[in-house]
């Protein structure tokens, strides 16, 4: 375990760190500094065509490096701290490398909730990228001995800021030109966004502009299997709303917020059991269900 000074310190050297969100566990390191963002994506195993979030304490800090027009600026105001990232047009280059961006002319931006993120953000005093801890394609951590489980190896320092109370990481809005968009539904559910965005247009013809949603995504080694009714023999049930809490339970009581927070730690438990496959209750689509089934149909490998 490391102090937060010290995690600070790991990420002026050029280290990476783990550290806690309210959403999954980050693996993070120095926006600026190219060399410790390429340890990023090697450690991650990440196609280095997919883009990263630069982390930062709030909204003035991210307009050291980022535009946002009145409707990004009002979204951050609502929302931050919180699950909630802008993909908006990058003005200081140099702030959030190149290799950060994938090359792209925006960055994506976020303030996260949680206070030990924010701690370290103070501390170290400048944007932090930091993709979910997970090796890609994999369920990202929401505790940290899933964070080291995954990524631990390459860390320099580690923060337990303990279980990720959101559990699924950030939505993902572009505010671009036109209406803003939905690139990755999260753990800020679409119906807040709208209350102030107004409806969020579709990104379905926009998965050119958000690499991460590659098609099986989010995954653990067993087949799963959506919309079960029942446990065909040998497949781990994952079920929802049938009153009875255990290791498999996505929510006894059927909450769809509860569902979210639990999904990768049951994904994880599922797992860990050797099934043949994973079946999985049906979930619905409403709040934070948009984003479990999300994360479901690309664990299961269909295209979103
Ligand atoms: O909750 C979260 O967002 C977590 C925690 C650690 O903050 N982070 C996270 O990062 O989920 P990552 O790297 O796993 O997902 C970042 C997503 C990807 O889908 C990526 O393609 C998209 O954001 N993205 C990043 N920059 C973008 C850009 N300029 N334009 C469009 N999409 C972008
Ligand atoms: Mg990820």
């Known amino acids: 375990m490391s102090t937060v000074l010290e995690a600070a310190e790991a990420l002026r ?3 990476l ?3 806690p969100t309210e959403t999954v566990y980050g693996l993070a390191a120095d926006a600026a500094n190219a060399a410790a963002i ?3 994506f090697e450690a991650k195993g990440r196609p280095r065509f997919n883009p990263l979030i630069a982390h930062v304490t709030g909204l003035e800090a991210a307009e050291r490096f980022a535009a946002f027009d009145e409707r990004a600026r009002r979204l951050a105001e ?4 919180g699950p909630l990232t802008l ?4 003005t200081n280059e140099a702030a959030v ?5 994938a090359g792209l002319d925006t960055v994506a931006v976020r303030a996260p909730g949680h206070p030990m993120a924010q701690a370290l953000l103070e501390a170290f005093g400048g944007p932090v990228c930091a993709p979910s801890a997970n090796r890609s394609g994999r369920p990202s951590p929401t505790t940290l001995e899933h964070a080291l489980e995954e990524t631990g190896s390459a860390a320099q320092a580690f923060l337990d800021g303990g279980p990720c109370p959101v559990g699924l990481e950030s939505t993902v809005v572009a505010v671009l030109d036109g ?4 690139l990755r539904p999260g753990g800020l559910a679409r119906e807040a966004i709208e209350a102030v965005a107004g409806p969020l247009a579709e990104a379905e013809d926009d998965a050119r502009r958000s690499p991460g949603r590659l098609v099986r995504h989010y995954a653990p080694e067993a087949p799963i299997r959506l919309n079960a009714i029942a446990a065909e023999p040998g497949e781990a049930f994952l079920r929802f709303g049938d009153g009875i809490d255990d290791a498999l339970s996505l929510s006894p009581v059927g909450d769809v917020r509860e569902a979210a927070q639990r999904l990768f730690s049951r994904l994880r438990a599922a ?3 050797h099934p043949r496959g994973i079946a999985v209750a049906p979930v619905p689509d409403t709040g934070l269900g948009e984003a479990v089934n999300d994360r479901l149909r690309r664990a299961a490998g269909f295209v979103g």
Do not use: E, K
């Open 13 to 15: 050297r050029g280290g």
């Open 17 to 19: 760190v783990l550290m």
């Open 87 to 90: 993909v908006v047009p990058i």
């Open 271 to 273: 797992d860990r059991l």
């Open 179 to 182: 209406p803003p968009r939905l």
């Open 38 to 40: 390429a340890a990023l």
């Open 78 to 81: 609502t929302f931050w701290p």
């Open 97 to 101: 490398c190149d290799l950060a961006r």
